[in-house]
T-cell receptor
Framework: QKEVEQDPGPLSVPEGAIVSLNCTYSNSAFQYFMWYRQYSRKGPELLMYTYSSGNREDGRFTAQVDKSSKYISLFIRDSQPSDSATYLCAMSGRGYNKLIFGAGTRLAVHP | EAGVTQFPSHSVIEKGQTVTLRCDPISGHDNLYWYRRVMGKEIKFLLHFVKESKQDESGMPNNRFLAERTGGTYSTLKVQPAELEDSGVYFC???????????FGPGTRLTVL
């Protein structure tokens, strides 16, 4: 069983839609939760960072962490064509720095 | 501030050959990480340097892979001899301090024929 599960998609939505991206994980030691965005032929770029449980909002993006369910989400409001990319969840635990990634979800927002 | 740079952007070699990938971290970043993504799989951690010391090399797949970071600046990752299953995208990331945001480079796409 993978430590982090993420539906690879692809996910296709119309411009202006609300997008929900999710990951589940099995390791209860994870405490740091991140969402990266990766455009084609580029490296991952940090989008959101959450420590432990709770929500974090930044503009059109909201990250949620539910440690009791081992489930994290990223919501994108008013999605734009420029949001078309692969979204990767990543996690790490206390005492180590390495990131454990999900497989990534490909998102396409069409005008 | 310049980002993480990697060279080459793409390398095509034959099985059994040697390839060396280079990563230049963001200036002042003591922490340097190597990750890779092989076809159809998730990005996986290879190793972590703090300055010139290997902090964690638990992700290195086997002894055909050698990473160095002499002087605590740029890092190289050598694959010798390369095998077909080594094909993928190799990413380098750096962070200023422990637990800080990791900034990724664009990756080196390695193709082993």
């Amino acid at each position: 069983q993978k430590e982090v599960e993420q539906d690879p998609g692809p996910l296709s939505v119309p411009e202006g839609a609300i997008v929900s991206l999710n990951c589940t994980y099995s390791n209860s030691a994870f405490q740091y939760f991140m969402w990266y965005r990766q455009y084609s032929r580029k490296g991952p770029e940090l989008l959101m960072y959450t420590y432990s449980s709770g929500n974090r909002e930044d503009g059109r993006f909201t990250a949620q962490v539910d440690k009791s369910s081992k489930y994290i989400s990223l919501f994108i409001r008013d999605s734009q064509p420029s949001d078309s990319a692969t979204y990767l969840c990543a996690m790490s635990g206390r005492g180590y720095n390495k990131l454990i990634f999900g497989a990534g979800t490909r998102l396409a927002v069409h005008p | 501030e310049a980002g993480v740079t990697q060279f080459p952007s793409h390398s095509v070699i034959e099985k059994g050959q040697t390839v060396t990938l280079r990563c230049d971290p963001i200036s002042g970043h003591d922490n340097l990480y190597w990750y890779r993504r092989v076809m159809g799989k998730e990005i996986k951690f290879l190793l972590h340097f703090v300055k010139e010391s290997k902090q964690d090399e638990s992700g290195m797949p086997n002894n055909r892979f050698l990473a160095e970071r002499t002087g605590g600046t740029y890092s190289t990752l050598k694959v010798q001899p390369a095998e077909l299953e080594d094909s993928g995208v190799y990413f380098c990331a750096s962070s200023r301090r422990d637990r800080d945001t990791q900034y990724f480079g664009p990756g080196t796409r390695l193709t082993v024929l």
